[in-house]
């Protein structure tokens, strides 16, 4: 099973909609969870942290449920240039391990004018 | 500015060719990593350094070598490239996890690698 696992999609969606995305992550002693856009063939960049008591900025609302594993982003009002992959990131705490972050392999997203 | 080098941004090569990838950061961060992205499998740790002369493997590190020489440069050697190392090459940088666990990576514009 793989440590990060999200729904590539892609997922097509009309400006102005609401759209949702799900990560799940199989180590429960993670410790800390990021959402990170990347544009085409451009590097990714942080979007947002998610935080145990959920989370907003904007548009954006990132939430966390420790209980089953998984971490959620939704985007209210979605514009064109959300258009993007949108990577699900987690730190795993493991014992005498140094690395720091674990990427889900992305959820393409789409919004069509 | 602070940014997140690398060098070259494309790059086409032959099988057993040696060749390096360079990567600077000017944020004074302890922590480097480089990590190789391909379609469906997403960003995948190649080789990490937590500081200066401390460096560790990733996921992937076979045929990989870095070294951490300088606190700012972290090269990525390929010493006998193989067609399986074609890859979009990226390297960040970090501070080191602090007690929140809070560590944005920064990244790179990404090198584009292809070895024929």
């Known amino acids: ?113 | 500015e602070a940014q997140v080098t690398q060098n070259p941004r494309y790059l086409i090569t032959v099988t057993g060719k040696k060749l390096t990838v360079t990567c600077s950061q000017n944020m004074n961060h302890e922590y480097m990593s480089w990590y190789r992205q391909d379609p469906g499998l997403g960003l995948r740790q190649i080789y990490y350094s937590m500081n200066v002369e401390v460096t560790d493997k990733g996921d992937v590190p076979e045929g990989y070598k870095v070294s951490r020489k300088e606190k700012r440069n972290f090269p990525l050697i390929l010493e006998s490239p193989s067609p399986n190392q074609t890859s979009l090459y990226f390297c960040a940088s970090s501070t080191n996890q602090g007690t929140s666990g809070y560590n944005e990576q920064f990244f790179g514009p990404g090198t584009r690698l292809t070895v024929l």
């Not at chain 1, 999609?9 to 799900?22: K, M, Q």
């Not at chain 1, 410790?31 to 989370?55: I, T």
């Not at chain 1, 971490?71 to 990577?87: E, F, G, N, Q, W």
Request: glycine share 6%; charged share 20%; with cysteine.
């Open chain 1, 1 to 113: 099973r793989k440590e990060v696992e999200q729904d590539p999609g892609p997922f097509n969606v009309p400006e102005g909609a609401t759209v949702a995305f799900n990560c799940t992550y199989s180590n429960s002693a993670s410790q800390s969870f990021f959402w990170y856009r990347q544009d085409c063939r451009k590097e990714p960049k942080l979007l947002m942290s998610v935080y145990s008591s959920g989370n907003e900025d904007g548009r954006f609302t990132a939430q966390l449920n420790r209980a089953s594993q998984y971490i959620s982003l939704l985007i209210r009002d979605s514009k064109l240039s959300d258009s993007a992959t949108y990577l699900c990131v987690v730190n795993p705490h493991r014992a005498g391990s140094a690395r720091q972050l674990t990427f889900g392999s992305g959820t393409q997203l789409t919004v069509l004018p």
